[in-house]
C-alpha cells in the first residue's frame, strides 16, 4: 500500500527536518525519510558555529535569512539549542591576512553583517587572553555559536509537532518518477508518493542525483574536532584562525559549562560514505591544541577529553548545491554544504519550502543550481584533503 503526501524529503539533517517544519508551516503535507537518526550526521557533528560571516558574497542573503531564523528559534521550535548570538573574532596573524580581512569586509558591508576590523592592539584590549601573535582582527558582531547536536532534533520534534511524519532509521532503496509523481520505496517495503520530493542527504545524496540522470563530484571527509575539560568561562565570542599554513588554521569556542570545543588545524580526515566511518587523526589533534595554546597561552595545560569527527560532503568549488533539478519537475536538492552549512541550515529549510510551495523564493539561489556540474561547464576536480 502506498503512503501519498505533498512532499517527500530524503535525509534528516539540519536541512531536511527545517524544511519539513516549515514545509508544515506552509500548509503542505510531508513525509521525512532519514536512514539513521536525525541529525546523527554532518549536521550533529560539526562544531556548531552559527557564522554568517566570510562567506561566498552570493551566500549572505541566505546567510542572513538564516540568521533571523536563529535569533527566533525559542520562539519558533521552543529551544534555543545553546545558540549564543556571542560575536566571532577572526584573527590575522600576518599583514597579507589583514588585507585579506579588510576586501571580505567591504564585499559583506551591503549586507548588513557590521564586520569591523581591528588593529592587533585593539584586539588584545578587548580580548587580553589573546597572545602577541594576533595581528590583527575581524570582528563580527552578529556571528555566534550553538550546540549541533541538539539543532537537527528539535526541529524534527517541532515539524511532528506541526504534523510532519518522521521516519528515522529507515533506508530509502530508490526514487523514481513516475508521471507527474516521484515513488520513493524503502528497503522495508515502505512505498510513499508525492509530487515533489526534496534531496538533503548530505554524502549520500550523489547516489540520488546520479540515479536522477545529475551526478555531482562530490566527495566526502571527516572534519577534525575536540572538546577539552571545563575550565573557567573566559571567552565569549568564537574564535577563528586566519592563515595561510593550514597547520594553524584552528576554530574554537567555549561553551558556557566552560568546556573548550576545537576544530581545523591541518587536513580534514578519511571518511567513507558507503562504509559510514570518519576517523580522527591523532597528529591533527595534538597539533589543535598546539595551535590553540600558541594563541591563548592559558589552554596549554588544559586537558583534552574526548575527540571525534563525521562524514562532511565538499563540491570542487566549496558551494552547495540548491534549488531545482535541471530535468525533472518537482525534484529539489540541497547538500553539499563544504563544511559551512550548520549557519545556513535553518535559513535553507525555509528557502526550499518556499521554493517548493509557491514555485519562488525571495532568496536568489542561481549560483547554486546543480546544472553547473553539467558536463563541459565545470571542471571536475576533488578538493584537497
Same mark, same amino acid.
Request: with cysteine; proline share 6%; glycine share 12%.
Given at each position: ?44 557533528? $560539526? ?84 597572545? *602577541? ?9 552578529? *556571528? ?100 595561510? $599554513? ?103 529549510? *525555509? ?35
Amino acid at each position: 500500500m502506498a503512503h501519498n503526501t505533498d512532499v517527500i524529503v530524503i535525509g534528516g539533517g539540519i536541512m531536511g527536518t527545517s524544511a519539513a517544519f516549515f514545509l508544515r508551516r506552509r500548509g503542505l503535507r510531508v513525509t521525512l525519510i532519514e536512514r539513521f537518526l536525525v541529525g546523527q550526521q554532518a549536521s550533529g557533528v $560539526n562544531f556548531g558555529n552559527v557564522r554568517g560571516s566570510n562567506r561566498f558574497v552570493p551566500q549572505y542573503p541566505l546567510a542572513n535569512r538564516a540568521m533571523r531564523i536563529w535569533e527566533r528559534l525559542g520562539e519558533l521550535i521552543g529551544t534555543r539549542c545553546e545558540f549564543i548570538q556571542s560575536g566571532r573574532i577572526q584573527i590575522a596573524v600576518d599583514e597579507e591576512r589583514l588585507a585579506l580581512m579588510e576586501r571580505n569586509a567591504e564585499a559583506a558591508a551591503p549586507y548588513g553583517l557590521g564586520i569591523e576590523v581591528l588593529s592587533g592592539k585593539r584586539v588584545r584590549a578587548l580580548y587580553p587572553w589573546f597572545s *602577541d601573535k594576533v595581528v590583527a582582527g575581524s570582528w563580527a558582531p552578529h *556571528d555566534g555559536h550553538a550546540n549541533p547536536r541538539l539543532v537537527s532534533p528539535a526541529f524534527a520534534d517541532a515539524a511532528r509537532r506541526e504534523g510532519a511524519q518522521i521516519l528515522e532509521n529507515t533506508r530509502m532503496a530508490s526514487v523514481e518518477k513516475h508521471g507527474d509523481e516521484f515513488v520513493v520505496t524503502t528497503e522495508d517495503g515502505q512505498e510513499f508518493r508525492a509530487a515533489k520530493v526534496l534531496v538533503t542527504a548530505g554524502a549520500w545524496a550523489q547516489k540520488i542525483a546520479a540515479d536522477m540522470g545529475e551526478p555531482v563530484p562530490l566527495v566526502v571527509r571527516g572534519p577534525q574536532l575536540m572538546v577539552t575539560e571545563p575550565v573557567k568561562y573566559f571567552m565569549v565570542p568564537a574564535v577563528g584562525v586566519s592563515t595561510s $599554513n593550514p597547520e594553524e588554521t584552528v576554530y574554537f569556542r567555549q561553551v558556557e559549562r566552560g568546556n573548550i570545543v576545537v576544530g581545523g588545524g591541518g587536513a580534514r580526515g578519511p571518511a567513507s560514505a558507503e562504509d559510514m566511518r570518519a576517523f580522527v587523526d591523532p597528529v591533527n589533534s595534538l597539533n589543535q591544541m598546539r595551535q590553540v595554546s600558541k594563541f591563548v597561552p592559558q589552554l596549554k595545560h588544559v586537558s583534552v577529553i574526548r575527540t571525534w569527527s563525521g562524514i562532511e560532503s565538499y563540491l570542487p568549488d566549496d558551494i552547495p548545491v540548491m534549488g531545482p533539478s535541471g530535468k525533472h519537475g518537482g525534484l529539489y536538492y540541497a547538500f553539499g554544504f563544504c563544511g559551512h552549512g550548520f549557519q545556513l541550515g535553518p535559513g535553507v529549510g *525555509d528557502v526550499m519550502a518556499e521554493l517548493i510551495a509557491e514555485g519562488r523564493t525571495e532568496t536568489p539561489l542561481e549560483p547554486f543550481h546543480i546544472s553547473r556540474f553539467a558536463e563541459g561547464q565545470i571542471e571536475w576536480k576533488v578538493p584537497p584533503k
